[in-house]
């Protein structure tokens, strides 16, 4: 869809060749959800106009079925207890590689589009071209999901965009 195409370009500048592509990946998208969060899309757009130049990106977080639907209404919670830990510290973790962030999910996964801050962010494990396994961010109007990519014929109805 061109509305897909136009927030993947304009989070890449119109250069989508630097993308990673999972090559390994296996999984198959059943269902694509497209979020519209009001608050969560103000408060992003809100620290968004702040900058002068707004580096922003899509990154990946997969989670359990369960909890898509709090993230969609609330956004992720840095501050919140998690169920893999803080390896790096607190935040919220995303990956710029889907077969990553598959690690913890699998029925599902959120794409966010992040706002990357100097200082605001930490990089785990950069590639040679600058990708990173990890995304840290422990502000959460730096980030908001657009959306949810499902691997299941038949997502839970609520979820049925």
């Not at 897909?4 to 999984?27: F, H, L, M, Q, V």
């Not at 969060?37 to 992003?44: G, L, S, V």
């Not at 995304?135 to 049925?160: G, H, R, S, T």
Request: hydrophobic share 35%; net charge neutral.
């Amino acid at each position: 869809s061109s509305g897909i195409n136009a927030e993947y370009g304009a989070a890449y500048k119109g250069d989508n060749s630097k993308r990673p592509i999972s090559r390994r990946n296996t999984k198959e998208i059943k269902n694509v959800g497209i979020v519209h969060n009001k608050r969560c899309e103000a408060q992003y757009r809100h620290r968004q106009e702040q900058l002068k130049e707004p580096y922003e990106i899509f990154a990946y977080h997969a989670t359990a079925k369960e909890n898509v639907g709090s993230i969609l209404e609330m956004n992720l919670d840095p501050h919140r207890s998690v169920v893999h830990g803080r390896a790096y510290g607190d935040g919220c973790y995303f990956s710029e590689y889907p077969e990553f962030s598959l690690k913890y999910g699998q029925d599902c996964m959120l794409v966010f589009r992040l706002l990357l801050i100097e200082g605001k962010y930490q990089k785990i494990q950069p590639d040679e071209a600058g990708f990173c396994e990890q995304l840290v961010l422990n502000d959460a109007n730096l980030f908001k999901p657009v959306f949810v990519l499902w691997f299941i014929e038949d997502p839970p109805a609520c979820f049925n965009f």
